[in-house]
């Protein structure tokens, strides 16, 4: 099935996974989906840059990524603190980000969720 996204372009659903960043500041969320942006299309422009949310409260970065198409796998890419990742999507497409993620940073898995279709995968990145 193809959907548009908010640029357009077209995407395929079952090869977009949801990425969601927490327990960092926001120069290494834009590390990571910048490093994810080398590798797939993005619904977010290539100057959208993470912006942090004063207060108390934690802050979650999203951005949904098209595994259906690779560009090129990022190089190793520095953070300056571990960040929790949380992958979303089909199962073929999330273990893709998994392992695109896997060629910039050190990747644990610290949980999975299954469903019918879809898996969430909790992973935290690490700086190699």
């Known amino acids: 099935m193809k959907s548009t996204d908010g640029n357009g372009s077209a995407s395929h659903a079952g090869a977009e996974v949801v990425v969601?960043?927490?327990?960092g500041v926001k120069e290494d969320a834009h590390a990571v989906f910048s490093a994810l942006r080398t590798a797939y299309s993005c619904d977010r422009a290539?100057?959208?840059?993470?912006q942090a949310v004063p207060g108390v409260r934690p802050?979650?970065?999203?951005a949904t990524f098209d595994t259906t198409e690779t560009r090129r796998d990022p190089g190793t890419t520095r953070l300056?603190?571990?960040?929790?990742?949380t992958l979303q999507g089909g199962y073929s497409?999330?273990?893709?980000?998994?392992?695109?993620?896997?060629s910039?940073?050190?990747v644990r898995v610290v949980g999975t969720a299954s469903g019918d279709?879809?898996?969430?995968v909790q992973v935290r990145l690490e700086s190699r």
């Not at 969601?20 to 327990?23: I, M, P, Q, R």
């Not at 497409?93 to 896997?102: G, I, K, Q, S, Y």
């Open 46 to 50: 290539a100057d959208d840059r993470p």
């Open 80 to 85: 300056t603190a571990p960040v929790v990742a």
């Open 93 to 102: 497409a999330v273990d893709h980000v998994r392992e695109t993620l896997a």
């Open 104 to 106: 910039a940073f050190t």
């Open 117 to 120: 279709q879809e898996e969430e």
């Open 20 to 23: 969601a960043l927490t327990d």
């Open 59 to 62: 802050t979650v970065w999203v």
